[in-house]
């Protein structure tokens, strides 16, 4: 049976891992290859890579930190940030990433997810998406969720698929940093309205937003970073509770 | 031991010679019809598109040069697939390898299947102490469906071939260099096996 999956996220800043709260405060939490290592000896299911780097050399450290990453990680990881053209994810998956995450370039050239489905396959392309809610509809946001669109999620989340999208990652700002739980009812309309699976982030604060995320959410993977960063929850402890719950997960 | 993974511009190369190199052993990408006919073991990689992968199969000549392989091949995702008879992804006509076609997933399941799901019905050398059911890797829109051939099968919605066998040609629908201490296990058993075909 296909399990569900549990993804650490790390954020990296010129090839350190740092963890926004609210995409804001940055606090720094360790040297990304080891933390990588750390987490697949520990039962994670893949990795999230997003670089925040604004920096020229970004391109470079970022594919060096990806082929580190590769040699030594032998779980599938995604890395994601400021990615814009074809090249950019052809640098990243020839340094060894499994798949890319796209956000913001997206929503300025959809094309991109055609052009990127078509060259390297619908697998390796993840949409990443944040949202939040306005006058009680969902809008998309970019630059980390600063920037208001007038694009609504769930006619976005259908463009994507349509063109080609592997994976949506969905986060809510409404959600995100706060520890309160998933957006669960928009998780699952989401997962009701497309047929690719959906990676539910933003807002696990404790075990029982994970099991509420896979049963009333109904994603197929859960993505968190400071509630693994800082101990608050080991991976294991979360895999067992999950099964308890008679969610499938991989032991 | 010379290991040598087919390169022909398909295909996360980068990950399966790490995955070799972390089981001590070093591997050559090469496209090179005498470096691989002198391999002891040739890995057959890809992701991607079908017919994309195949047109540069053909490009470099190597559609003619593995179906003749006498050694140890073992085909990874897109490669097992592309070993088969046809593959339903762009109307592709496969190397003929496996007696068996490739075919789409419907959509009662989310497509394409991405994550962790296991392998069971395991018949061959290349699983020697893995056991029953243990999870693997994969990332897939397309399947093989059941057949003599399969020695591991995995259920999404059907239930189908997860690895192929015939004679020294090996295929595995999951990413072993991906798939943690198990997918390393079946990596290490491939590159030891001795049989004579």
Not at chain 1, 228 to 247: G, T, Y
Not at chain 2, 164 to 174: A, D, I, M, R
Request: glycine residues 8%; charged residues 25%.
């Amino acid at each position: 049976m296909l399990t569900k999956r549990i993804i650490p996220c790390l954020d990296i800043k010129n090839g350190r891992t740092v963890k926004g709260v609210n995409f804001v405060d940055l606090r720094d939490a360790g040297d990304p290859v080891e933390l990588a290592e750390i987490y697949a000896n520990e039962g994670a299911d893949e990795l999230v890579f997003l670089d925040i780097t604004a920096t020229e050399q970004r391109r470079k450290t970022l594919a060096e930190l990806v082929m580190h990453v590769a040699e030594k990680v032998n779980i599938p990881f995604t890395v994601g940030g400021g990615i814009s053209s074809v090249e950019d994810v052809e640098i990243l998956l020839n340094s060894g990433a499994d798949k890319v995450s796209i956000n913001s370039s997206a929503v300025k050239n959809p094309q991109l997810i055609n052009d990127l489905a078509a060259k390297f396959g619908s697998q390796c392309v993840v949409v990443a998406i944040d949202a939040k809610q306005i006058n009680g509809e969902w809008m998309v946001h970019l630059v980390g969720g600063k920037v208001p669109t007038d694009i609504k999620l769930f006619d976005w989340a259908k463009e994507v698929e349509q063109r080609g999208a592997g994976e949506i990652l969905f986060t809510s700002m409404d959600h995100d940093g706060t520890k309160n739980g998933f957006a669960n009812k928009a998780l699952a309309y989401l997962s009701e309205l497309v047929n690719i699976p959906i990676i539910a982030s933003g807002g696990a604060g404790n075990m029982q937003h994970f099991t509420d995320t896979f049963i009333e959410g109904k994603a197929d993977a859960a993505l968190a970073a400071s509630v693994f960063h800082f101990k608050e929850i080991e991976i294991i402890d979360l895999k067992n509770e999950l099964k308890r719950n008679n969610i499938p997960v991989r032991l | 031991m010379k290991i040598v993974i087919i390169n022909y511009g398909a295909g996360n190369i980068q990950s399966i010679k790490f995955a070799i190199q972390r089981l001590g052993y070093e591997a050559v990408l090469s496209h090179d019809e005498e470096e691989i006919r002198n391999a002891d073991k040739v890995i057959f990689p890809g992701v991607g598109e079908a017919s994309s992968a195949m047109e540069m199969l053909k490009a470099t000549g190597l559609d003619k040069v593995i179906p003749t392989l006498k050694q140890p091949v073992l085909g990874i995702c897109l490669g097992m697939q592309l070993m088969c008879r046809y593959c339903e992804e762009g109307d592709t006509k496969g190397l003929g390898i496996f007696d068996c076609d490739v075919l789409k997933f419907d959509a009662t399941e989310k497509v394409p299947q991405i994550g962790w799901n296991q392998i069971e019905n395991l018949k061959s050398a290349i699983f020697e102490g893995i056991n029953e059911k243990e999870y693997m890797y994969l990332v897939h829109s397309y399947y093989v469906s059941l057949n003599n051939e399969a020695i591991a099968t995995t259920q999404y919605g059907i239930t189908y071939a997860s690895a192929l066998q015939e004679k020294n040609f090996y295929g595995v629908q999951f990413h072993p260099e991906k798939s943690s201490k198990a997918g390393a296990k079946i990596l290490e058993n491939f590159l030891k096996l001795e049989v004579q075909y």
